[in-house]
């Protein structure tokens, strides 16, 4: 649905995107995570047509953005950070103002007005300038605009900025609800934003890719935690011969001996452990795979970037 290669763009001395590719593919839910000023913006201005990049391959459903700029914002829904909304006019009055610019049809505009009202539930204030709601209705109205036009790929940024922590609910259901029929790219520079809402990441900071991932494989190592119910007279060395462990050490613990065995790239270490076990009779309380927060992977990043 999206194909990125080589995206590069320069604000004056400012080099923001330095060399950026990644696909998305239809019905995924993507997050574009990174610090404030990493190029999150300037990667969404540039797919929905609203950017020229320096250099680079930008493809929306397998159409040259810069050539097709119009047909391919015709196929994507769109929120920006700051979503022009009009203070003095209805909530519906500008649904239609959109179904005109989005070129819906007289015949068809009630019927698609309804459903992304109906989507984004906000049938209760339709009447209400924009300019007397609250942030979070706002961002609703935003959405439904986005979706007005039943687009196949919703681009989204940073759409729960500003929102207080009921608000920030309800948004992170309601994307998660519309990406049920559409394909969705959302940025943030909140990793539980990510969390909540997607199963992949691309993570970028000062222009560039870190990371590019399911969350699960973000957070997933090589090792394995092994807990005994009681201490085991040359356990470590023991645990070594396994095959696909590098070594072993002891954690601190209240509740048995505990271990991080660190294992060699590929090892499937839980299935090997878990049979060394029965074969030398380790008396095994507990045994798992090893995973990291997803916030110590992006501290590291950013930490290397
Ligand atoms: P993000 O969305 O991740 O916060 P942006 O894409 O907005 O990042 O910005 C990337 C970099 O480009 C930052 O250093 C920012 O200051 C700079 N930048 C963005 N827009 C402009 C602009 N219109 N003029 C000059 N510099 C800009």
Same mark, same amino acid.
């Given at each position: 649905?999206?194909?990125?290669?080589?995206?590069?763009?320069?604000?004056?001395?400012?080099?923001?995107?330095?060399?950026?590719? /990644?696909?998305?593919? $239809?019905?995924?839910?993507?997050?574009?995570?990174?610090?404030?000023?990493?190029?999150?913006?300037? =990667?969404?201005?540039?797919? #929905?047509?609203?950017?020229?990049? +320096?250099?680079?391959?930008?493809?929306?459903?397998?159409?040259?953005?810069?050539?097709?700029?119009?047909?391919?914002?015709?196929?994507?829904?769109?929120?920006?950070?700051?979503?022009?909304?009009?203070?003095?006019?209805?909530?519906?009055?500008?649904?239609?103002?959109?179904? +005109?610019?989005?070129?819906?049809?007289? !015949?068809?505009?009630? !019927?698609?007005?309804?459903?992304?009202?109906?989507?984004? +539930?906000? $049938?209760? %204030?339709?009447?209400?300038?924009?300019?007397?709601?609250?942030?979070?209705?706002?961002?609703?109205?935003?959405?439904?605009?986005?979706?007005?036009?039943?687009?196949?790929?919703?681009?989204?940024?940073?759409?729960?900025?500003?929102?207080?922590?009921?608000?920030?609910?309800?948004?992170?259901?309601?994307?998660?609800?519309?990406?049920?029929?559409?394909?969705?790219? /959302?940025?943030?520079?909140?990793?539980?934003?990510?969390?909540?809402?997607?199963?992949?990441?691309?993570? =970028?900071?000062?222009?560039?890719?870190? *990371?590019?991932?399911?969350?699960?494989?973000?957070?997933?190592?090589?090792?394995?935690?092994? #807990?005994?119910?009681?201490?085991?007279?040359?356990?470590?060395?023991?645990?070594?011969?396994?095959?696909?462990?590098?070594?072993?050490?002891?954690?601190?613990?209240?509740?048995?001996?505990?271990?991080?065995?660190?294992?060699?790239?590929? $090892? +499937?270490?839980?299935?090997?452990? %878990? *049979?060394?076990?029965?074969?030398?009779?380790?008396?095994?309380?507990?045994?798992?795979?090893? #995973?990291?927060?997803?916030?110590?992977? %992006?501290?590291?990043?950013?930490?290397?970037?």
């Amino acid at each position: 649905m999206i194909r990125v290669e080589g995206l590069t763009k320069a604000y004056g001395p400012i080099q923001a995107l330095r060399g950026v590719s /990644f696909q998305v593919q $239809a019905g995924e839910i993507v997050g574009l995570l990174g610090p404030n000023g990493a190029g999150k913006s300037t =990667i969404i201005k540039i797919l #929905t047509g609203y950017l020229q990049p +320096d250099e680079g391959i930008v493809e929306v459903d397998g159409l040259d953005v810069l050539t097709h700029r119009l047909e391919v914002q015709a196929r994507i829904g769109y929120l920006p950070e700051n979503t022009p909304l009009y203070p003095d006019m209805t909530v519906q009055a500008y649904l239609k103002m959109m179904a +005109d610019l989005r070129q819906i049809p007289p !015949e068809k505009q009630t !019927e698609y007005i309804s459903e992304a009202v109906y989507a984004t +539930d906000i $049938a209760g %204030f339709l009447n209400r300038p924009i300019g007397k709601l609250s942030k979070g209705m706002r961002q609703r109205v935003g959405l439904a605009q986005a979706i007005l036009h039943k687009p196949r790929l919703l681009i989204l940024d940073e759409p729960t900025i500003g929102l207080d922590p009921t608000q920030l609910v309800e948004i992170r259901q309601l994307i998660r609800r519309l990406a049920q029929h559409s394909t969705v790219l /959302f940025s943030s520079h909140i990793l539980p934003e990510v969390e909540a809402v997607c199963h992949r990441a691309i993570i =970028i900071m000062n222009g560039q890719i870190k *990371a590019d991932a399911r969350l699960a494989d973000l957070a997933a190592t090589q090792n394995a935690i092994l #807990t005994l119910q009681r201490p085991v007279e040359g356990f470590e060395s023991a645990v070594r011969q396994v095959r696909g462990v590098k070594r072993a050490e002891r954690l601190p613990s209240t509740d048995g001996p505990s271990y991080r065995i660190y294992g060699e790239d590929n $090892a +499937d270490l839980c299935p090997a452990l %878990f *049979a060394a076990a029965a074969q030398m009779g380790w008396p095994v309380r507990e045994l798992r795979a090893d #995973t990291r927060t997803l916030e110590s992977v %992006f501290n590291e990043l950013a930490t290397r970037a």
